[in-house]
């Protein structure tokens, strides 16, 4: 097995294995709902929102999260910047976070997981 196999085998054996790290959550992704998907979502970060010229609105933060799942779990699309997602709060929750896409990559070199 070459090391590009081992890689691939870890991923879903320790990082995206629910026994470990990650949780299954239902995502919302380009009108399309995908259930129990294997994920690790990045602890959120809270950030004071820069106020612009004539805004009046106090109390709004920016929170930022990463979020980290097989491609093959959002039928082999990778989420585009700009859009929107949506992942349950906690498993089989029917209360549904929403995030804006700020940045997406996928890894070319795990592409085929």
Known sequence: MNFKDCVAT????????????AQRRTVRYDGMEYPDVPLVLEELVQEQRDRLTGDHVG??????????CARADLGGKTPKQGA???????????????YYIAASACDTRLAAL
């Open 59 to 68: 109390g709004l933060h920016i929170i930022s999260a990463v979020l980290y």
């Open 84 to 98: 929107g997602l949506e992942i349950a709060a906690r498993e089989g929750g029917r209360f549904f976070q929403k």
């Open 10 to 21: 870890d991923i879903h054996k320790v990082f995206l294995n629910t026994g470990e790290f």
